[in-house]
């Protein structure tokens, strides 16, 4: 069974920083690719990161230089790294894997952060 569980949200002042984490089992993480998404209320999901299976990453303009993506294989975990906080980053993020052949598809329960003074 195929399981995403995120971590790390919460509420956080502007201009705060959080780390949340997504474990992974029941996949062989190395060969996916992740990801973490958003999704405001009232709005559609977006892309924030991305982490290729090299180390490669890429990222939503929104969230450059602001945010950081990171993976360890050893632990089957990825990371985001949030710093500099704005309101607008408030939202349920959700990790996401998408392996590189089959094009299967998981998703997480979702995080929520709330950036607010």
């Known amino acids: 069974q195929v399981q995403l569980v995120e971590s790390g949200g919460g509420l956080v002042q502007p201009g705060g920083s959080l780390r949340l984490s997504c474990v992974a089992s029941?996949?062989?993480?190395?060969?996916?690719?992740m990801a973490w998404y958003r999704q405001a209320p009232g709005k559609q999901r977006d892309m924030v990161a991305t982490?290729?299976?090299?180390?490669?990453?890429a990222y939503a303009d929104s969230v450059k230089g602001r945010f950081t993506i990171s993976r360890d294989n050893s632990k089957m975990t990825v990371y985001l790294q949030m710093n500099s906080l704005k309101p607008e980053d408030t939202a349920v993020y959700s990790c996401?894997?998408?392996?590189?052949?089959?094009?299967?598809?998981?998703w997480g329960q979702g995080t929520q952060v709330t950036v607010s003074s």
């Open positions: 029941g996949i062989i993480f190395s060969t996916y690719v």
């Open positions: 996401n894997a998408v392996s590189a052949v089959g094009s299967k598809d998981y």
């Open positions: 982490v290729s299976r090299s180390g490669s990453t």
